[in-house]
């Protein structure tokens, strides 16, 4: 009888031993700095800048790569559960988590060594002052962390609407005037349809996207103040300003302005839409500007503001760092770890970084000789916001709601009105916890 | 019966329709399962320029070269070992322990043989969703972060539930007098299990060792979660740098892909030779 | 007692030694770990935990409707999975069970989907179902029938029933291969008998084949219900669970508490219940089957 499973049985467990045998265990230096990090794409980057600094300094650093974010972030989890953190991480998640790691005692305040004297500057002057704010916790802050700054940012990003100056023109629209206003985008968008053009996309597919455009019309139009008191329970969602938000999404679903498909597509998709000139309008972050690029080197685009709801005020767009780095506080090469990031943080490494990973630097100076879309998106920082800077934070389920509820207005589902009946019902649900 | 069963050319016509309807529905079938393939070939020769613009059946001008960019780019060469030695690792742990335990369940007489079984099988209900950070804790206890054997050790207990559970029906479905007359012949358990039992088993243990690899070799979270040790990664680590969380390097992606399968086609090829018509004619000759 | 007794069992005990073993280690404790967690407010981050009692499953049963819609959208899709998929499944291996001309090219080429990885499914599933370039509506207007087409993924008519599309056909490959085994493990000479005595190919299936295979039936269709209850990734890569709460699927719904709102020990919770609620469908299932088999 032939025996070919007993052969393989045998065989294997021979392969196993031998193998198992070359199994050795990596030893570890104390004194190396390591890092963990979830940037898959920016990997190789950061290993040749950890080689550099070794021949520069003689310290050893070491990065280490978990990805997909998901995963990333269960490690870090598992770590702090068993007082493995590495010296240098990333924290991501909401700002809520991120005070909770600090109120944990996981991560060190920086503030001091930011504001220590280094060439004649502080280490802080070198950063953008709103990338730094997404790290920084001020007085008087909704978790109750003591002040203080605790990431240190590596790139910044935006998030701002853009249009293809190809079909603007296919159109007859001037295709150096994007519209400013509501009623501009409808026209616009009206003509684009008449002609045939398509329309807006976004990755409307992944909530955080419809959030974003959604509360920049919200500042627009009522003022932090309002929204802020809404977020604190004063103001409930079935208030007319609100209803006026929802209803906007209406009427873009009404009259058609959107892609077939957005309401459920992922961001990466959204982009090949627009990269192949399947949109006219897109809502989408500064890193876009390098998607688009690598797949369509000719597209010929600008980004503007998202359109004015009321003239009364500004509009604000979301932007701030796009990753950070925080250092652990219970590190005991705390020092070694400070002195790595300042290198890392510093003109001539942020310059290779931007370079090489196509990012945005967080550096001021490193900012240079950039294309002038890109700049369109850094440039003028003014107009940038990041809700992690807000003195008061929405609940994750009540934001929830609200954005899958709009998902619900896009397909006509529900009206505003019933909308936002059911986010005051889900807003009250957690008042009360 | 309305048809005359002499008339042959009916018959014939009869069977001849019949086949050709089936292999029409066959086909159709199968083309929607290599398209998918075909569309990641030849996206893999495009460049990210033309990925989603040319929908062409095969590119006008294959870049070949990014089937060498992405295996050195993805240090496949440095992963692909690892790789394989986990799949054996793996591999033969399941079904070596799954098919004992299997055989007991469906043969041996032991108490609690009932409830164990289900509590194996139960397993597989609760997809735990802080199991995740609970092994990692469990992995740092035992010291096996960032180790060979940590890695492996839950991947085998991972394929346990669906082995013991697959092979258990194919053992309750096999004859037992092969195995009553060499107990009469004075075969110990063992020897029936490994003699008589395991060889008749072989197309289900087939069906086991297939999915069991296949399993493995796209195995890349649990790798995240407990190695860090580049030297210690499987294959999909390799994979990962081709998907930044905004750019997606398509071609290169969709080529690693295609190297990454082949391997799993092959030994598919293989294995699935012993899912055959083996039973009786092996308990003749055995 | 029988001192040859006693070590008899204690021999057959040595078996499953093993699997025990690996059991109690890798399997038990996050077991453990997971209800311990279930009674908490752990956010998932905070050394500190508080003892929440039962509130977590109050709330979850009571006052959570996303939850038990994201429970009944998976069952649909199951139900689907359970019917379609599997008598694809069996269709096919039954006809690749037979001696047919290339039998072995198919029984590889309906393998490849299983094996394809994820993002690939992901990438060319969002193209068929495109609103504007998709290749499903390319095909309907061709065909004449203009009138259907959409974005399919978005439409909340169409979206649970186009996820489960890709699923099954992602799927069906696993159970071909097992039931495939089981058809190639009845005796030929059953058949034989029976030809002789002159049944036909639907009588055969009935009294011999079915019988037979309900054992692989029964494997099938749980590893079917536990494989398409937990479904996930094809969701994320598609429809992101919408629009609205049109695709939200379990997994998706705890892998949102557990991460986006950092409810640990609320997701903990609901791993349980979704837990309980596969074991009691698996437990139908197989009653189901076993009566069928009486009948």
């Known amino acids: ?40 794409d920016r990997d190789d980057a950061f290993n040749e800048l950890a080689k550099r600094y070794t021949e520069e300094t003689g310290v050893n650093v070491k990065f280490d790569l978990y990805a997909p974010s998901e995963i990333y972030s269960q490690r870090v989890k598992g770590a702090i559960q068993t007082n493995t953190l590495p010296d240098i991480f990333g924290v991501l998640g909401e700002n809520q988590d991120f005070a909770s790691f600090i109120q944990s005692g996981y991560v060190a305040d920086l503030t001091e060594a930011l504001n220590a004297p280094m060439d004649g500057a502080t280490w802080k002057e070198a950063f953008f002052e709103k990338a730094l704010a997404v790290n920084e916790f001020k007085e008087g ?54 002609k045939g053009l398509p329309g807006f996309v976004s990755g409307f597919g992944e909530i955080w996207m419809l959030d974003a455009l959604a509360s920049n019309w919200a500042m627009n139009l009522m003022g932090p103040e309002k929204v802020f008191a809404t977020y604190e329970g004063k103001v409930p969602y079935t208030d007319r300003d609100w209803i006026k938000i929802f209803a906007l999404f209406k009427e873009m679903a009404d009259e058609g302005v959107l892609v077939d498909g957005t309401v459920t597509m992922v961001n990466k998709a959204a982009e090949q839409t627009f990269a192949n000139e399947r949109a006219t309008y897109a809502f989408n972050g500064s890193w876009c500007v390098n998607v688009y690029k690598g797949m369509n080197p000719d597209l010929d685009y600008a980004a503007f503001l998202p359109p004015l709801i009321s003239k009364a005020r500004p509009m604000k767009i979301w932007g701030g760092a796009g990753s950070s780095f925080v250092i652990h506080e219970a590190s005991p090469r705390k020092e070694a770890a400070i002195a790595f990031l300042k290198w890392l943080t510093s003109d001539a490494q942020q310059v290779y970084l931007a370079e090489s990973t196509l990012n945005l630097p967080a550096n001021k100076n490193a900012v240079k000789e950039i294309s002038p879309i890109l700049s369109q998106f850094a440039g003028n920082m003014d107009h940038v916001v990041h809700p992690n800077v807000y003195p008061v934070h929405e609940k994750p389920e009540v934001r929830e709601a609200f954005d899958k509820g709009i998902q619900s207005i896009l397909i006509g589902e529900k009206t505003p009105e019933e909308l936002a009946a059911e986010v005051q019902k889900v807003k009250g649900k957690a008042l009360k916890r | 019966m309305m048809a005359d069963s002499t008339d042959i050319n009916y018959e014939k016509l009869k069977k001849r329709t019949t086949s050709f309807f089936i292999h029409v529905f066959l086909i159709l079938v199968s083309l929607s399962c290599l398209f998918p393939l075909w569309w990641a070939f030849a996206s893999s020769l495009k460049t990210q320029q033309t990925v989603f613009k040319d929908l062409s059946f095969f590119p006008q001008t294959p870049h070949w070269e990014n089937y060498y960019l992405a295996w050195t780019k993805a240090d496949f060469g440095r992963y692909f070992l690892n790789s394989l030695f986990y799949t054996v690792a793996v591999v033969v742990g399941v079904l070596f322990i799954a098919s004992m335990a299997a055989y007991a369940f469906s043969r041996l007489k032991f108490k609690g043989r009932n409830i164990l079984f289900l509590i194996c099988i139960s397993t597989m209900m609760i997809p735990i969703p802080g199991s995740f950070i609970a092994l990692y804790v469990l992995l740092n206890k035992l010291h096996l972060i960032d180790t060979r054997l940590g890695y492996i050790l839950p991947q085998i207990n991972g394929g346990l539930p669906l082995g013991i559970f697959l092979l258990k029906t194919f053992f309750d479905d096999l004859p037992k007098e092969l195995e009553d007359s060499a107990r009469i012949d004075g075969c110990g358990r063992f020897r029936v299990y490994w003699h008589i039992a395991l060889p008749l088993a072989r197309p289900a243990l087939a069906v086991l060792a297939i999915f069991v690899i296949l399993a493995v070799w796209n195995e890349y979270l649990l790798a995240m979660l407990v190695l860090s040790d580049k030297g210690l990664m499987p294959l999909q680590r390799g994979l990962m740098v081709f998907q930044g969380a905004h750019i997606t390097q398509y071609p290169l992606l969709m080529a690693g892909i295609v190297i990454t399968v082949l391997p799993v086609l092959v030994i598919y090829l293989m294995l699935q030779k012993h899912i055959i018509k083996g039973i009786t004619a092996g308990a003749v000759k055995g | 007692m029988d001192f040859q007794k006693v070590r008899n069992e204690v021999g057959n005990y040595v078996f499953i030694l093993p699997a025990v073993v690996l059991f109690f280690i890798f399997s038990l404790y996050p077991f453990f770990k997971v209800f311990q967690l279930s009674v908490t407010d752990w956010n998932g981050i905070n050394p500190q935990m508080n003892y929440v009692g039962l509130a977590n499953f109050k709330d979850l049963l009571t006052d959570n409707p996303v939850f038990w819609l994201s429970m009944r959208n998976a069952l649909n899709i199951t139900v689907l999975a359970l019917t379609l998929q599997n008598l694809l499944a069996l269709f096919l291996a039954f006809l690749c069970d037979r001696d047919i001309r290339g039998g072995n090219i198919y029984r590889v080429i309906f393998y490849l989907p299983p094996v394809l990885s994820g993002i690939v499914v992901g990438l060319i599933w969002n193209w068929i179902y495109d609103g504007n370039y998709g290749l499903l509506n390319h095909f309907l207007e061709f065909i004449g029938l203009g009138d259907l087409t959409r974005a399919w993924l978005a439409d909340a008519n169409t979206a649970l029933l186009a996820v489960a599309v890709i699923h099954m056909w992602k799927g069906f490959g696993w159970g071909f291969v097992i039931l495939l085994a089981g058809l190639q493990s009845i005796p030929r000479e059953l058949y034989e008998a029976a030809r002789v005595d002159g049944a036909n190919s639907w009588v055969v299936f009935k009294k011999i084949t079915c019988p037979l295979m309900i054992p692989v039936f029964i494997l099938v269709s749980i590893l079917t219900i536990l494989g398409t209850m937990q479904i996930f990734d094809i969701i994320i890569s598609t429809t992101g669970g919408g629009p609205g709460y049109h695709t939200e699927v379990p997994i998706t719904r705890i892998l949102q508490t557990m991460i986006g709102a950092s409810k640990f020990g609320y997701a903990c919770a609901m791993g349980v219940v979704f837990g309980f609620v596969l074991l009691a469908i698996s437990m139908v299932q197989i009653r189901v089957s076993k009566m069928m088999r009486q009948v």
Not at chain 1, 13 to 20: D, H, P, R, S
Not at chain 1, 164 to 181: E, H, I, Q, S, V
């Open chain 1, 141 to 194: 802050n909704p978790h109750g962390v003591k002040p203080g700054i605790y990431g240190l940012p590596l790139d910044v990003s935006t998030i701002r609407m853009i249009y293809n100056k190809n079909l603007y023109a296919k159109a007859g629209l001037d295709p150096n005037a994007p519209p400013k206003t509501w009623e501009e985008f409808m026209e616009h968008s009206r003509i684009l349809k008449a």
């Open chain 1, 1 to 40: 009888m032939n025996n070919t499973f007993k052969k393989i049985f045998i065989k294997s467990f021979v392969l196993l031993f031998f193998l198992a045998g070359c199994v050795g265990q990596s030893g570890r230096n104390a004194e190396t700095v390591t890092i963990w990090h979830w940037m898959s």
